[in-house]
């Protein structure tokens, strides 16, 4: 199976810095997951995506998914230190195997 | 809902040893997998069961390392004989459908550590 990649591999943002990470495949995914996972936690999922084009809102997070099914990306307006973590995405095409991630840190 | 539940929390053993992690997956869940996480290699697939028959099981690194399914609410990855470099948080998580149609639901993990 095609891992889907993840970038950046790090982000450091001071508080209320908007961020983004994003998921590319180079093969058609058929939906993809979003997870969080909090340092000495274990991952949650948060969100799937589905349609082509789909633009799904959960509070200050915004998850699209691109219309060619290749690329998601979320997004967090106004970060706080709450959304400190690692953001995972994964997608069926791949058993579930789960990107490098991105682990966001967040200065006060 | 419990949730997924896997014992034990923390594990401390010497090079050599049997090891054995135990993982109850959330009733009603079709689908179980096994996941070991360290810094450098981030969160890899080991295997995953559907229906209580291991699917794939190519993340797997070596004969030491053996999963067993008995029945749908048990799942034991077993390492045996344990090396230091096996020490890793080891997750077990379980879905209701075939991976990647419904959520994935994470255990609190296992932090193993050989000395």
């Known amino acids: 199976g095609q891992q889907v990649m993840q970038i950046p591999q790090y982000q450091h943002v001071q508080e209320g810095e908007d961020f983004t990470t994003y998921c590319n495949s180079s093969?058609?995914?058929?939906?993809i997951q979003w997870y969080k996972q909090r340092p000495g936690g274990h991952p949650v999922f948060l969100i799937q995506?589905?349609?082509?084009?789909e633009v799904k809102k959960q509070k200050r997070l915004t998850f699209q998914f691109g219309e060619a099914k290749k690329n998601s990306s979320l997004h967090i307006t106004a970060t706080q230190t709450t959304d400190v973590g690692t953001y995972f995405c994964a997608g069926p095409n791949n058993d579930m195997r789960f990107g490098a991630g991105t682990r966001l840190t967040v200065k006060p | 809902d419990a949730g997924v539940i896997q014992s034990p929390r923390h594990e401390v053993t010497e090079m050599g040893q049997e090891v054995t992690l135990r993982c109850k997956p959330i009733s009603g869940h079709n689908s179980l997998f096994w996941y070991r996480q360290t810094m450098m290699r981030g969160l890899e697939l080991l295997i995953y069961?559907?229906?209580?028959?291991?699917?794939?099981d190519s993340g797997m690194p070596e004969d030491r390392f053996s999963a067993k399914m008995p029945n749908a609410s048990f799942s034991t990855l077993k390492i045996q004989p344990s090396e230091p470099r096996d020490s890793a948080v080891y997750f077990c998580?379980?879905?209701?459908?075939?991976?990647?149609?419904?959520?994935?639901?994470f255990g609190n993990g296992t932090r193993l550590t050989v000395t």
């Open positions: 995506l589905v349609k082509s084009g």
């Open positions: 069961f559907n229906n209580n028959v291991p699917i794939d």
């Open positions: 093969t058609t995914l058929s939906n």
């Open positions: 998580a379980s879905s209701y459908t075939a991976p990647g149609n419904s959520p994935l639901h």
